[in-house]
Every structure is written in C-alpha cells, then in structure tokens.
C-alpha cells in the first residue's frame, strides 16, 4: 500500500500522538467541505511514524460523539515500510454544516483547516437548508428603495388594488409578502425583484455578459455588457444580449440557405433564471456570468449545489430553493415554476440537437457548459 505523496484539500497526516480534539476538528472541516482522508501514524512530511496499537475503536467514538451531528467514519489500517498505519475515510457531509462539542465549526482550506468565518457559515446554513439569504432585511435600505409601481403590478395578478389601499394596508400587504421584514427594511428577496436600484445595496446582484471571438478566454472580446436592476430585468435584458451575439449557423444546398436547428429562447431564458434564482446572494464580489464562445456558452452561478443536491439529479428534475422567496416570487410573475423541471428540459433539448450539456459543481461556483 503507498500512502498519497503529500498533503492538501483532500488528504491530512498525522502521527500517533495527534489529539482526540484535534482530530474531531480536521474531522468536521472535511465533512464540511467535500470529504477526504486523515492518515495516522504519518507525519507532516510523509516519513513513517506508524501506530502502536489500533484506534479504530477511538475514531469510530470521535465520530459518534464528538461531531454533531454524528458522522459515520471509515477506518482501514495498513502496512507500509513495516509498521502500521490507518486511514480514515470522511464523507462529504449531507448534514452541513458539522461542529465539534466546543461549537466550533470548521472548513479545509487547501491543506489546512480553520475555524469557518461569518460568511462561509451563511454559505454552510444556506446549503443545509437551515438558513435562507433571501429573506434578511438589509438595514441600510428603506421602504423608499423599492419600486411601488411594480409592487402594484404585482398584486393586480391577485385582482388587490394595490394602488387604492390605505397606507397601512399597503404596508401590511408589502411585509405579508415578505418583501419588507419586521423591521420594515427591504428583505434580500424583496429589493432584488422590487427595488429601484438594487445593486447599490447588492453589487454582487448582476450579470455579467461577454462574448469571445473564438473558444477560450484569451480571445479577443467582440461583447461586452453588464445587467444591473430587478432580477426580471436582468434576466430579459441578458437573454437579449445572447439572442444579439448568437452566430445562427446554416448551410447551403442547391443555392438555398438552410439554418441550422438551434436552441429555443426558453432554453437560454432557463438557465438564466436559474442562476438568479439559485445563487448565493451571500458570495460578494462575484456576478452571474454568461460567457459565449465560439463552440459553446457557459452559465456560472456563484455557490454550490445544496447539501441534497448531486449533479447526477440535476437532470431528471430535483428541485432545490436556496432562495425561496426569490423562486416565489420569480414564479408568480411568470419567470419559472417549482416543479424542477427547467434543467431535465435544457437537458433534454440538447440532447435532442445532439449537442453537449455539462453540469459543474466545483470550487464556489455551478456551472452550466452548453455546447453550440
């Protein structure tokens, strides 16, 4: 058996007199981040210190009693130059996020852990399910952020004469709605869809557009725009901008110009409500981005999939809502439905075209590659 050549995200040494603390902690930044394996009775610089007895039984307790919630371990031990040594196995978590009985909670940082900070806690919480970005109140902006003609279109659906109410029942509609909280800020959800200029309070509310002149992002650039403004907007504005830049290709035959099957608007329109609506509005400083190159267009979403999400599901229609009241909201304005079904249709037509389709979860970032 050769044990890996050296340390990083996914492999830990560590040699017999490692603690059950620490131990318990390298446990639950792996199980936070996407699993790995810990090493005993290797050192830091890979030399064979090997076990004196075995600690299955130890790590299989640490496992049970001091990570919460309880993980189930893996443990194999093996002989390498002579002496024993054991590997344990972590899983991803599908628990996220996990904690030691200190409550600390760690994440794998390259090939070290450290104590998660407020962010990549949200970003942990977002993705168990446990905790929704979209309904925070943003406290520096006020009811006069939001767009109180498009709040009335938005009611004229349920036939409320929004426009006709008492100011007190405008405001009892608008925080029924979620679209102020109880504070009566503007909640996330609430400004990205009604507000006036949401990116003031919200930079990392956009999409970013570019357009390649051939298939990598060293080409020269033949587009580019940013889309600012309620997700509606920015959604109608972009698949624009696609339809704008999107080479038809065609063929002749006998003098007459034949085009090429091509993907419907939906498809397009699909994936970038997808983006918007399932991002991590936690992540600062990273757009959507719609990259078109010559063989291909690229969909990238800041955050990863949730905790009960796999991309094996993606296709065949599970259905997730970091955001729900953005995917409500989204909804009833006619954007989407919550039936999963958008991603198996841009699946479906794809393969019905005979292109390529990729679905990438890595890194701090979803991925949808379409092939042209």
């Known amino acids: 058996m050769e044990i890996p050549k050296s340390e990083n995200q996914y492999i830990e040494f560590k040699n017999e007199q490692v603690s059950a603390r620490d131990l318990a902690e390298e446990i639950v930044a792996f199980a936070n981040y996407e699993g790995g394996e810990i090493w005993l009775g290797v050192e830091d610089d890979r030399r064979i210190g090997g076990l004196s007895r075995s600690y299955e039984e130890d790590v299989m307790n640490i496992g049970r009693t001091s990570v919460i919630p309880p993980l189930n371990l893996k443990y194999r031990e093996y002989s390498v130059e002579n002496k024993q040594v054991a590997c344990i196995t972590i899983p991803k978590g599908v628990d996220r996020p996990y904690y030691t009985v200190r409550n600390r909670y760690y994440i794998r940082v390259g090939s070290t852990k450290r104590i998660a900070s407020r962010e ?218 919550k039936l999963g079904r958008g991603l198996p249709m841009v699946y479906r037509e794809a393969k019905k075209l005979n292109r390529n389709i990729e679905f990438i979860d890595k890194g701090e970032e979803f991925k949808v590659i379409l092939g042209l």
């Open 120 to 337: 990549e806690l949200i970003c942990l919480f977002q993705a168990s399910g446990l905790f929704h970005y979209d309904l925070i109140e943003l406290e520096t902006a006020s009811e006069r952020d939001l767009n109180y003609s498009e709040i009335a279109d938005y009611f004229t659906r349920y036939q409320i004469h929004f426009t006709e109410e008492s100011e007190d029942e405008k405001r009892r509609l608008i925080r029924a709605s979620d679209i102020l909280g109880k504070l009566l800020h503007p909640t996330v959800g609430g400004l990205l869809i009604f507000g006036i200029t949401p990116e003031r309070y919200l930079p990392q509310a956009g999409i970013a557009f570019a357009h390649f002149k051939g298939k990598e992002i060293d080409a020269d650039l033949l587009d580019k725009k940013n889309f600012c403004g309620p997700l509606a907007r920015q959604v109608d504005n972009a698949l624009a901008a696609i339809k704008a830049n999107l080479p038809i290709a065609s063929t002749l035959q006998a003098a007459k110009r034949i085009e090429s099957p091509h993907y419907s608007d939906k498809v397009f329109r699909e994936l970038l409500v997808n983006a918007c609506v399932h991002r991590n509005y936690s992540v600062i400083g990273s757009q959507i981005r719609v990259f078109l190159f010559e063989d291909r267009i690229e969909f990238m979403s800041p955050g990863r999939l949730p905790n009960t999400v796999s991309i094996e599901k993606l296709s065949v229609g599970t259905s997730y809502a970091r955001n729900p009241l953005l995917v409500r909201f989204m909804e009833n304005l006619g954007y989407m439905d």
